[in-house]
């Protein structure tokens, strides 16, 4: 069975410095997605980044980036520059390419920002 | 982007009565759904996944009677919490997965507090 961990319960970050928050799964799958989804306080889930697993270049959303190593089955989110916005629950997911399509999420980091 | 509402945002019951959990896709149909549950301070628990015209398909360790979930249409999948008991307070999410972007990620709706006195 897949299985997503989470190793960081908790980091903090100084505004405008740069955090990275680590995702590591496991899986016997070749095709697959990945994603981090914020929850801020208000509970609303929102996506952060995705990665598929065949794609080799590392995603990017303007101050979200992911160091995605397959042969690892690591990853990672870097955050640059962050805001007091960024402040969150963070969890890592992961999805089959085919079939239910459920996702399989990590037990989430929260990340604090200090002024 | 696709969006999932969800209705009640929070509500508060009685030991031993139900309530329903409504979940719409507003600008597209899902034929499917999922409901979760959080605890405080927890990750999302998948409780199950919701077809449109059909059963729902429940995760192990999930009570089917006692999580009822009714997929009846296109654009609203409904989850009915029966005899609720303080131990069902929770938080519960439903997502959906918009037609032609199955192969990406699921949209989720704003969560419903429960609480059970």
């Known amino acids: 069975a897949q299985t997503v961990t989470q190793s960081q319960p908790e980091m903090s970050v100084q505004e405008a410095e740069t955090v990275t928050l680590s995702c590591t799964y496991d899986t016997s799958e070749s095709d697959y997605y990945l994603f981090w989804y914020k929850q801020p306080p208000s509970r609303q889930m929102i996506l952060v980044i995705r990665q598929e697993a065949y794609k080799q270049q590392n995603a990017t959303e303007n101050r979200f980036s992911v160091n995605f190593q397959k042969a690892a089955k690591s990853f990672s989110l870097k955050i640059s520059d962050s805001q007091l916005g960024d402040a969150a629950m963070y969890f890592c997911?992961?999805?089959?390419?085919?079939?239910?399509?459920?996702?399989?999420f990590g037990t989430g980091t929260r990340l604090k920002v200090l002024a | 982007g696709a969006v999932v509402s969800q209705h009640p945002s929070r509500v508060i019951c009685k030991s031993g009565t139900s309530v329903k959990i409504e979940c719409r896709s507003l600008?597209?149909?899902?034929?499917?759904m999922f409901w979760y549950r959080q605890f405080p301070k927890q990750s999302l628990m998948l409780m199950a996944t919701?077809?449109?015209?059909?059963?729902?398909?429940?995760e192990q360790g999930v009570e089917k009677d006692k999580f009822l979930i009714n997929h009846a249409s296109l654009t609203l999948s409904t989850l009915t919490v029966t005899s609720a008991h303080p131990e069902d307070s929770s938080f519960y999410i439903c997502s959906a997965y918009p037609p032609g972007l199955a192969g990406y990620e699921q949209y989720f709706g704003p969560g419903t507090r429960l609480t059970v006195t």
């Open positions: 997911a992961y999805r089959h390419q085919s079939g239910t399509y459920k996702y399989i």
């Open positions: 600008d597209f149909q899902a034929t499917t």
């Open positions: 919701s077809n449109e015209g059909s059963k729902a398909t429940y």
